[in-house]
């Protein structure tokens, strides 16, 4: 089958006619106005053949006038993949000789650089994928463009979009010319640009009526002839969107924040990750007093902020509270909302939000207790919270008596009832409120970079003592240098799970931290233990470093030695000029310097039982597997503990489950960009914010550890896999405690999401490297060999030029 009408072409043939001839051949099917053709199935493409005798046949009852010769590859038009642009388009057609050629250079565009980098970058094996082409009556429009059935720019599932042109479709698809915009939201328009009022009514009404029928917002390419028909060129779901909130049935819209910055991850999180966080960071708030829902979008972390907002009480320090550890965007979009008066207090929302009086009660006792209790004893507080650590690593460990999934299963929905969280929370929270509260105390006394010097080279950091421990270990291997910088880190993690590789330390910094990994939070991920690879590959950057005073340890050494004097210079200036609010930042830097350095070390703690929760999951998996019930092992982390149980007591095949969540998961991977705030009508609380006016070629940011630093520019999405030269500027989306190892080599760090306090800014403080985040887009701004200036005074980030060569950015 080489020709078919494209009235028969439907959904079930995508592979055969490829996914724009699909589309199209639906939309015939529904009653659109569509121009007549024919499509060149993917099969004589396999064969390589043009069917010339089929195709000029059908060109002729088409009227062989002018035609539009369209690609439709098998991979186009999808769900997840566009490919708008990446293959080609002839218009205007004309006879058998222009159509064969038309077909070939469709056929050819199957295989140009941008659409077999688009492939890649979407991991769609090339070899699979067929070009099948469709040719249609060619309409010669008076006006034409493109309609979104949901705002692009701001995410907003109640707002359309239309771009708009007189002429041809593609000088607008291209980018060619100037269009006309237009944003639909169900109020009435005059005439305005190419298109009249009228117009704008029936293509929001034709786009409600495809988004109603294939049940997701729609990318929509439509031409108005000189007759006034609107006909429609392609329909295809809009792939950048962000998902929607979880719908609630009320009529008043909802705020969600997105959490997972906080730990540094804006990676889509496994299921059965996602279960364990929602009930971990649910209780947590809970024992401060907080009641917030947490909830899934797109895989990602969202806590339901609005009756917080919405409560007269908590709406009024909502935004200071989120200063800490969610940052100055979260602040920024938060302040937004709070002046929408969707979110206006409401009548009775003065307690929403709260966990009742009583145990707001009893929390602030413990809690006034224990942050006391840490600040005047600092020492004696250390000591309790890691005796606390290891009575939690020691009662994390599985008895040695479970020897069946049903046994496991058991072990993993016991909950552990003795609690150590007092003893671990009120030091950590002491520490953060001392290091924050003298910035109020000395205003006008000093500025934010000097009490930044303070707060540098802290001691007591589980994820500092962590690195130095690399550092040292990567040192000691000097002689198997060459091995461990010419043998890929996969290769080298291979051959030490064999025990092939030399003893170099490595089993004895595993025992001690290959618990942790990144987005170690995630239950999903694999730790260190199982795949040291980017341990293998954070030895090599260290070896590459030359200049033992550019060391880690040497920099930590540097920074905490000028925290302490800068501490003595700035209490003496304090005291002389304000001698009550000096004397008190003294005393809460000095306890900063005791206390804030344990904020990692909570975190640190609850990982060790999420590594026993994963390994038995992955031993009942194991189970599963082998009743073929799922396909390998850690499918187990794409299904909840209830359809696990499912599996083991009832013998649920979970496999098609477990196969549409992985294809989700690898899609939401590829997303670059994750919202800081939500609205549940899709809006991207941050797109609706005016934007700041910077000095050309500068960046703006936070900045959250002083100095400044130029040097070459190294975008990194993966930190397992990166190469960082000593030297170079790491730019990331966002860093947690498995990105820190690579802080030993960079100059400086720039990222687009965090808080002053999180793990990121804190690790560059104390190893005296300037960092900048909350710079927007700063992974897709700035390029790997970009020459920039990295200012944590300013808050700024300065391009200066082009890369240097060619650099492709790090995977």
């Given at each position: 089958?080489?020709?078919?009408?494209?009235s028969?072409?439907?959904?079930?043939?995508?592979?055969?006619?490829?996914?724009?001839?699909?589309?199209?051949?639906?939309?015939?099917?529904?009653?659109?106005?569509?121009?007549?053709?024919?499509?060149?199935?993917?099969?004589?493409?396999?064969?390589?053949?043009?069917?010339?005798?089929?195709?000029?046949?059908?060109?002729?009852?088409?009227?062989?006038?002018?035609v539009?010769?369209?690609?439709?590859?098998?991979?186009?038009?999808?769900p997840?993949?566009?490919?708008?642009?990446?293959?080609?388009?002839?218009?205007?057609?004309?006879?058998?000789?222009e159509?064969?050629?038309?077909?070939?250079?469709?056929?050819?565009?199957?295989?140009?650089?941008?659409?077999?980098?688009?492939?890649?970058?979407?991991?769609?094996?090339?070899?699979?994928?067929?070009?099948?082409?469709?040719?249609?009556?060619?309409?010669?429009?008076?006006?034409?463009?493109?309609?979104?059935?949901?705002?692009?720019?701001?995410?907003?599932?109640?707002?359309?979009?239309?771009?708009?042109?007189?002429?041809?479709g593609?000088?607008?698809?291209?980018?060619?010319?100037?269009?006309?915009?237009?944003?639909?939201?169900?109020?009435?328009?005059?005439?305005?640009?190419?298109?009249?009022?009228?117009?704008?009514?029936?293509?929001?009404?034709?786009?409600?009526?495809l988004?109603d029928?294939?049940?997701?917002?729609?990318?929509?390419?439509?031409?108005?002839?000189?007759?006034?028909?609107?006909?429609?060129?392609?329909?295809?779901?809009?792939?950048?969107?962000?998902?929607?909130?979880?719908?609630?049935?009320?009529?008043?819209?909802?705020?969600?924040?997105?959490?997972?910055?906080?730990?540094?991850?804006?990676?889509?999180?496994?299921?059965?990750?996602?279960?364990?966080?929602?009930?971990?960071?649910?209780?947590?708030?809970?024992?401060?007093?907080?009641?917030?829902?947490?909830?899934?979008?797109?895989?990602?972390?969202?806590?339901?902020?609005?009756?917080?907002?919405r409560?007269?009480?908590?709406?009024?320090?909502?935004?200071?509270?989120?200063?800490?550890?969610?940052?100055?965007?979260?602040?920024?979009?938060?302040?937004?909302?709070?002046?929408?008066?969707?979110?206006?207090?409401?009548?009775?929302?003065?307690?929403?939000?709260?966990?009742?009086?009583?145990?707001?009660?009893?929390?602030?006792?413990r809690?006034?207790?224990?942050?006391?209790?840490?600040?005047?004893?600092?020492?004696?507080?250390?000591i309790?919270?890691?005796?606390?650590?290891?009575?939690?690593?020691?009662?994390?460990?599985?008895?040695?008596?479970?020897?069946?999934?049903?046994?496991?299963?058991?072990?993993?929905?016991?909950?552990?009832?003795?609690?150590?969280?007092?003893?671990?929370?009120?030091?950590?929270?002491?520490?953060?409120?001392?290091?924050?509260?003298?910035?109020?105390?000395?205003?006008?006394?000093?500025?934010?970079?000097?009490?930044?010097?303070?707060?540098?080279?802290?001691?007591?950091?589980?994820?500092?003592?962590?690195?130095?421990?690399?550092?040292?270990?990567?040192?000691?291997?000097?002689?198997?240098?060459?091995?461990?910088?010419?043998?890929p880190?996969?290769?080298?993690?291979?051959?030490?799970?064999?025990?092939?590789?030399?003893?170099?330390?490595?089993?004895?910094?595993?025992?001690?931290?290959?618990?942790?990994?990144?987005?170690?939070?995630?239950l999903?991920?694999?730790?260190?233990?199982e795949?040291?690879?980017?341990?293998?590959?954070?030895?090599?950057?260290?070896?590459?470093?030359?200049?033992?005073?550019?060391?880690?340890?040497?920099?930590?050494?540097?920074?905490?030695?000028?925290?302490?004097?800068?501490?003595?210079?700035?209490?003496?200036?304090?005291?002389?000029?304000?001698?009550v609010?000096?004397?008190?930042?003294?005393?809460?830097?000095?306890?900063?310097?005791?206390?804030?350095g344990?904020?990692?070390?909570?975190?640190f703690?609850?990982l060790?039982?999420?590594?026993?929760?994963?390994?038995?999951?992955?031993?009942?998996?194991?189970?599963?597997?082998?009743?073929?019930?799922?396909?390998?092992?850690?499918?187990?982390?794409?299904?909840?503990?209830?359809?696990?149980?499912?599996?083991?007591?009832?013998?649920?095949?979970?496999?098609?489950?477990?196969?549409?969540?992985?294809?989700?998961?690898?899609?939401?991977?590829?997303?670059?960009?994750?919202?800081?705030?939500?609205?549940?009508?899709?809006?991207?609380v941050?797109?609706?914010?005016?934007?700041?006016?910077?000095?050309?070629?500068?960046?703006?940011?936070?900045?959250a550890?002083?100095?400044?630093?130029?040097?070459?520019?190294?975008?990194?999405?993966?930190?397992?896999?990166?190469?960082?030269?000593?030297?170079?500027?790491?730019?990331?989306?966002?860093t947690?405690?498995?990105?820190?190892?690579?802080?030993?080599?960079?100059?400086?760090?720039?990222?687009?999401?965090?808080?002053?306090?999180?793990?990121?800014?804190?690790?560059?403080?104390?190893?005296?490297?300037?960092?900048?985040?909350?710079?927007?887009?700063?992974?897709?701004?700035?390029?790997?060999?970009?020459?920039?200036?990295?200012?944590?005074?300013?808050?700024?980030?300065?391009?200066?030029?082009?890369?240097?060569?060619?650099?492709?950015?790090?995977?």
């Amino acid at each position: 089958m080489h020709v078919i009408p494209l009235s028969e072409a439907t959904p079930d043939l995508v592979d055969l006619v490829g996914g724009k001839a699909a589309g199209l051949g639906e939309l015939i099917r529904l009653g659109e106005r569509v121009p007549e053709g024919f499509c060149v199935t993917a099969e004589a493409h396999r064969v390589g053949v043009i069917p010339q005798a089929e195709i000029v046949a059908a060109y002729e009852r088409l009227g062989a006038g002018p035609v539009a010769v369209r690609s439709s590859a098998t991979a186009e038009d999808l769900p997840d993949a566009s490919f708008a642009g990446q293959q080609d388009t002839v218009l205007n057609v004309t006879g058998a000789t222009e159509l064969i050629a038309a077909i070939e250079k469709c056929w050819d565009s199957l295989h140009t650089a941008r659409a077999t980098a688009y492939r890649d970058a979407r991991a769609i094996d090339h070899g699979a994928v067929r070009m099948a082409v469709v040719v249609q009556r060619m309409i010669t429009p008076a006006v034409a463009g493109v309609l979104f059935t949901a705002n692009p720019l701001t995410g907003r599932r109640d707002e359309m979009a239309v771009d708009a042109a007189p002429g041809l479709g593609t000088t607008v698809v291209d980018g060619a010319t100037t269009v006309d915009h237009y944003v639909l939201d169900g109020v009435t328009r005059d005439d305005a640009g190419c298109l009249t009022a009228a117009h704008l009514a029936e293509l929001r009404t034709t786009g409600a009526r495809l988004q109603d029928h294939f049940g997701r917002p729609q990318d929509v390419e439509w031409a108005i002839d000189g007759d006034g028909l609107l006909w429609l060129l392609q329909s295809r779901p809009i792939t950048s969107l962000f998902p929607l909130p979880p719908g609630t049935g009320k009529p008043l819209p909802r705020v969600y924040l997105e959490f997972g910055h906080v730990q540094g991850m804006l990676q889509p999180v496994t299921p059965m990750g996602m279960a364990t966080l929602r009930t971990q960071i649910a209780a947590m708030l809970a024992s401060l007093g907080v009641r917030v829902e947490i909830v899934d979008i797109g895989g990602r972390l969202y806590g339901d902020l609005t009756e917080l907002a919405r409560s007269r009480s908590s709406r009024k320090r909502l935004v200071k509270l989120m200063a800490v550890d969610f940052g100055p965007r979260a602040q920024a979009v938060m302040e937004h909302v709070l002046t929408d008066p969707r979110f206006a207090p409401t009548t009775g929302s003065t307690r929403r939000g709260a966990t009742g009086g009583a145990a707001s009660l009893r929390t602030a006792g413990r809690a006034v207790v224990g942050i006391l209790r840490a600040l005047a004893r600092p020492d004696a507080a250390r000591i309790r919270m890691f005796e606390a650590i290891e009575q939690m690593r020691q009662r994390s460990a599985a008895p040695g008596d479970l020897r069946t999934a049903a046994d496991r299963l058991r072990f993993l929905r016991a909950e552990d009832t003795e609690d150590s969280a007092d003893a671990i929370m009120w030091p950590i929270v002491a520490g953060m409120l001392a290091a924050a509260l003298p910035a109020a105390l000395l205003k006008g006394v000093a500025s934010a970079d000097e009490i930044h010097h303070v707060l540098g080279g802290m001691p007591h950091n589980v994820t500092i003592e962590m690195d130095l421990a690399l550092w040292r270990l990567a040192r000691g291997a000097d002689e198997h240098r060459q091995l461990l910088l010419d043998t890929p880190p996969d290769e080298l993690a291979a051959r030490h799970l064999r025990g092939e590789l030399p003893d170099i330390g490595m089993a004895a910094f595993l025992d001690a931290y290959g618990h942790r990994g990144v987005a170690e939070v995630d239950l999903g991920v694999p730790r260190w233990a199982e795949n040291p690879a980017p341990v293998f590959a954070a030895i090599a950057n260290y070896l590459r470093v030359t200049d033992l005073e550019q060391g880690p340890d040497r920099r930590f050494e540097r920074a905490a030695a000028a925290a302490e004097t800068a501490l003595k210079d700035l209490v003496v200036r304090a005291r002389r000029r304000r001698p009550v609010r000096g004397t008190i930042a003294g005393f809460l830097l000095r306890r900063a310097r005791s206390l804030a350095g344990l904020r990692e070390a909570g975190k640190f703690a609850g990982l060790y039982p999420l590594r026993e929760t994963r390994r038995q999951l992955l031993l009942i998996g194991a189970d599963l597997t082998g009743a073929g019930l799922l396909e390998q092992p850690d499918d187990i982390m794409f299904l909840t503990l209830d359809e696990v149980e499912a599996a083991v007591h009832q013998g649920t095949d979970h496999r098609v489950t477990v196969g549409a969540r992985r294809a989700v998961h690898r899609r939401e991977l590829r997303r670059r960009s994750v919202p800081v705030a939500l609205l549940s009508d899709g809006t991207d609380v941050e797109t609706v914010l005016p934007a700041a006016p910077a000095p050309d070629g500068t960046l703006a940011g936070v900045g959250a550890s002083a100095g400044r630093v130029t040097g070459p520019a190294r975008v990194v999405h993966d930190p397992g896999t990166a190469h960082v030269e000593p030297g170079e500027v790491l730019v990331a989306a966002t860093t947690d405690p498995g990105w820190t190892p690579l802080f030993l080599t960079a100059s400086a760090l720039v990222t687009e999401t965090g808080a002053i306090m999180a793990h990121g800014p804190t690790v560059a403080r104390e190893y005296g490297i300037p960092a900048v985040i909350c710079v927007p887009d700063a992974t897709r701004t700035i390029s790997t060999g970009q020459l920039v200036t990295v200012d944590g005074g300013a808050g700024t980030v300065t391009v200066h030029r082009p890369p240097a060569h060619d650099h492709e950015d790090e995977e």
